[in-house]
């Protein structure tokens, strides 16, 4: 009894670093996104060029996102973060010292992977424990993750702000981001060797990793979205990171194109992580009065809204400002209850590959969103791109809330004695 005890404090020790850990993490990356469609224009990149680079964010992670997964359960989440950070990385050091597109295409594909493995890691570091704790856990932890994606942008823009040559700028934001890379990583190092890891019982990532290993994991993996509450939560977190996806590639420029000055351009970007933070306070008092479908259908339709009112509200600062704010709010509502909703449906030896599963969707939907967004913006500009694009986001969020509505609520899911949503 003891040992179990001491074994839940240590894992409750480290679920709280996936939550600090993943506020980290996301701001390193929020030091990072918002400036990469400026800094590739920078070196030469059209507006589809720039879709395509950030489609690469999603291909390798397509790839091996179940074979991540697999591996979390094998060698457990700690081992995994340590290989994702070298990724992280590599990724950076490619940013930094880009001379071409070249480069800034492997780090597209080197982030991807980075977020792949690390992402589920975190996620299934804070999944742990009993259902209100590790619903407290997931909360916490989307409320750091948009805690970072508030404060990396206007760490990067304050420091972009400081040169006159904005090239410099955002070349200085990118090695700011791997210099705190660098030190995330020992940080990472020394709390692994702590880590209590799992047996892998002979899992090899080798053979993980090889294709006849890549099929029999996405065969397992697949097999986890018979449930009707993992295919809902799948569901509405492709609408609304489809949204994200488009926003955080081409806002910045967007907004650049209309005559924003670089430091407003991270203040708004900011301003909407710092909305997707506070939705989480708000969280829990909707979590009583409404279900946890219906909070996630009305995020991902408010946010597909939101696609289409910006190119109106791109004109007056203050109006942009507020509709990045309720983008936001909607997309940070996403995390925490797609999450909840599709963790009760599987056991604790299967999290992994469930993370892995909604994270492959996620790439998916950034594999769709830059590509289809770059092809509009190049041919008919972004104010056309902005219109049609949210358009269909908003004619698919309203058919998908009208399907879900007429199927009825979600049929209870029993595991470990703990009934689904």
């Given at each position: 009894m003891q040992s179990e005890t001491t074994h839940a404090n240590r894992a409750g020790r480290f679920a709280q670093f996936g939550v600090f850990g993943?506020?980290?993490?996301?701001?390193?990356?929020?030091?990072?996104?918002?400036?990469?469609?400026l800094y590739a224009t920078e070196l030469g990149a059209s507006t589809f060029l720039i879709g395509l680079m950030v489609t690469l964010k999603a291909l390798l992670p397509i790839v091996i996102a179940m074979p991540s997964g697999q591996l979390i359960d094998s060698f457990g989440p700690m081992k995994m973060l340590k290989f994702g950070s070298w990724l992280l990385l590599a990724s950076l050091a490619c940013i930094v010292f880009a001379n071409g597109i070249v480069m800034l295409a492997i780090s597209q594909m080197l982030i991807g992977a980075s977020i792949i493995i690390m992402a589920s890691s975190f996620q299934v570091l804070v999944a742990q424990g009993d259902r209100t704790e590790r619903n407290e856990a997931i909360k916490r932890y989307s409320m750091w993750m948009s805690g970072g994606g508030m404060l990396g942008p206007i760490i990067g823009g304050v420091v972009a702000s400081l040169f006159p040559v904005s090239f410099d700028g955002y070349r200085a934001a990118f090695s700011l981001a791997l210099v705190?890379?660098?030190?995330?990583?020992?940080?990472?190092?020394?709390?692994?060797?702590?880590?209590?890891?799992?047996?892998?019982?002979?899992?090899?990532?080798?053979?993980?990793?090889?294709?006849?290993?890549?099929?029999?994991?996405?065969?397992?993996?697949?097999?986890?979205?018979?449930?009707?509450?993992?295919?809902?939560?799948?569901?509405?977190?492709?609408?609304?990171?489809?949204?994200?996806?488009?926003?955080?590639?081409?806002?910045?420029?967007?907004?650049?194109?209309?005559?924003?000055?670089?430091?407003?351009?991270?203040?708004?970007?900011?301003?909407?992580?710092?909305?997707?933070?506070?939705?989480?306070?708000?969280?829990?008092?909707?979590?009583?009065?409404?279900?946890?479908e219906a909070i996630l259908?009305?995020?991902?339709?408010?946010?597909?809204?939101?696609?289409?009112?910006?190119?109106?509200?791109?004109?007056?600062?203050?109006?942009?400002?507020?509709?990045?704010?309720?983008?936001?709010?909607?997309?940070?509502?996403?995390?925490?209850?797609?999450?909840?909703?599709?963790?009760?449906?599987?056991?604790?030896?299967?999290?992994?590959?469930?993370?892995?599963?909604?994270?492959?969707?996620?790439?998916?939907?950034?594999?769709?969103?830059?590509?289809?967004?770059?092809?509009?913006?190049?041919?008919?500009?972004?104010?056309?791109?902005?219109?049609?694009?949210?358009?269909?986001?908003?004619?698919?969020?309203?058919?998908?809330?009208?399907?879900?509505?007429?199927?009825?609520?979600?049929?209870?899911?029993?595991?470990?004695?703990?009934p689904a949503e």
């Amino acid at each position: 009894m003891q040992s179990e005890t001491t074994h839940a404090n240590r894992a409750g020790r480290f679920a709280q670093f996936g939550v600090f850990g993943g506020g980290v993490y996301f701001t390193i990356q929020g030091l990072a996104n918002p400036f990469f469609a400026l800094y590739a224009t920078e070196l030469g990149a059209s507006t589809f060029l720039i879709g395509l680079m950030v489609t690469l964010k999603a291909l390798l992670p397509i790839v091996i996102a179940m074979p991540s997964g697999q591996l979390i359960d094998s060698f457990g989440p700690m081992k995994m973060l340590k290989f994702g950070s070298w990724l992280l990385l590599a990724s950076l050091a490619c940013i930094v010292f880009a001379n071409g597109i070249v480069m800034l295409a492997i780090s597209q594909m080197l982030i991807g992977a980075s977020i792949i493995i690390m992402a589920s890691s975190f996620q299934v570091l804070v999944a742990q424990g009993d259902r209100t704790e590790r619903n407290e856990a997931i909360k916490r932890y989307s409320m750091w993750m948009s805690g970072g994606g508030m404060l990396g942008p206007i760490i990067g823009g304050v420091v972009a702000s400081l040169f006159p040559v904005s090239f410099d700028g955002y070349r200085a934001a990118f090695s700011l981001a791997l210099v705190v890379a660098i030190v995330f990583t020992l940080v990472l190092f020394w709390l692994s060797a702590r880590y209590p890891h799992p047996d892998a019982n002979g899992i090899r990532v080798r053979d993980t990793f090889s294709p006849a290993g890549i099929v029999a994991s996405y065969k397992r993996g697949i097999g986890l979205a018979g449930s009707r509450p993992i295919q809902f939560g799948l569901t509405g977190t492709f609408l609304v990171m489809y949204i994200q996806a488009l926003y955080m590639s081409f806002l910045p420029l967007y907004l650049a194109q209309a005559g924003f000055a670089t430091f407003l351009i991270s203040l708004t970007i900011s301003l909407k992580g710092f909305a997707g933070m506070m939705s989480r306070f708000a969280l829990g008092r909707l979590m009583k009065r409404y279900s946890l479908e219906a909070i996630l259908l009305a995020a991902g339709t408010i946010a597909a809204v939101g696609v289409v009112l910006t190119p109106l509200a791109v004109s007056h600062p203050a109006a942009m400002l507020i509709l990045a704010t309720a983008i936001g709010g909607a997309v940070g509502v996403n995390l925490p209850v797609s999450i909840m909703i599709m963790v009760d449906a599987v056991g604790d030896g299967e999290r992994g590959k469930l993370m892995g599963l909604r994270l492959l969707v996620n790439r998916f939907s950034q594999v769709l969103s830059p590509a289809m967004f770059g092809i509009l913006g190049q041919l008919f500009g972004l104010t056309a791109a902005f219109y049609s694009g949210g358009a269909l986001l908003v004619a698919t969020a309203l058919g998908f809330s009208a399907y879900t509505i007429r199927r009825g609520p979600l049929k209870p899911v029993e595991k470990s004695g703990e009934p689904a949503e």
